[in-house]
């Protein structure tokens, strides 16, 4: 365990308890999701259809699993060199880290029908990597997934969502509103995350994880 590493107590859980006790681990999925802020107050959420296997009726921010065509996308910009080196930060997939960025913007346009970026793709070094989460092996469904945040001011050209989006009622929420929904606990924990960032702390991503038998927290450094 590193120094920037430790143990989380039961009462700060990031992960939902799972239905049935310890189903067979599967290999977690990579994924990643977009965090919209608007004017450093609301932040944009969508609710996840009761169809949904995977976390039904749960509020959540704008994502979804990784493409292999994602690494190749064109974009306008890059990632900073922080911002990539913390992406690279214990990830053992082959992948280009620039995949988890564009997967983000991506999935944001297919998830709430907002485009990210203009005609020459999105602007990455506008997307700043707020946290790292593998759910654990005790869920049937796992994601390792990558959590950027932007000032839709920046990068967006219409912040109003489309209709016939695939998240229901995506709107617009202030951070109170936000925390008072139906969210998955990570959700929950991201927007703490989100929330201390838009408060002007200086705080490094966390990398959440199972580890040696509990759920631990990593700060991650570059």
């Not at 976390?55 to 190749?72: I, Y």
């Amino acid at each position: 365990m590193s120094a920037n590493e430790f143990k989380l107590n039961a009462d700060e859980q990031p992960f939902d308890k799972p239905d049935a006790e310890k189903p067979k681990a599967t290999r977690p999925r990579d994924a990643a999701t977009l965090i919209l802020v608007r004017g450093g107050r609301e932040v944009m959420m969508g609710q996840r259809s009761k169809g949904h296997v995977f976390m039904p009726d749960k509020w959540v921010f704008p994502g979804g699993r990784v493409d292999p065509g994602d690494a190749r996308a064109k974009a306008a910009t890059e990632l900073t060199a922080e911002t990539e080196a913390l992406l690279k930060k214990g990830t053992l997939s082959r992948r280009p880290v620039r995949a988890f960025a564009l997967a983000a913007t991506r999935e944001t346009l297919e998830e709430t029908g907002l485009s990210v970026g203009g005609p020459s793709g999105p602007e990455l070094d506008k997307l700043s990597f707020v946290a790292r989460a593998i759910t654990p092996p005790y869920r049937p469904r796992r994601f390792d997934a990558r959590f950027f945040m932007a000032d839709a001011e920046a990068v967006l050209a219409d912040d109003k969502p489309a209709e016939g989006a695939e998240l229901l009622h995506v709107r617009w929420f202030s951070l109170a509103d936000a925390n008072a929904l139906d969210l998955p606990s990570i959700t929950r924990f991201v927007l703490k995350e989100v929330e201390a960032r838009l408060a002007g702390e200086a705080v490094q991503p966390p990398f959440l994880r199972w580890s040696r038998g509990a759920h631990s927290l990593e700060r991650l450094t570059s």
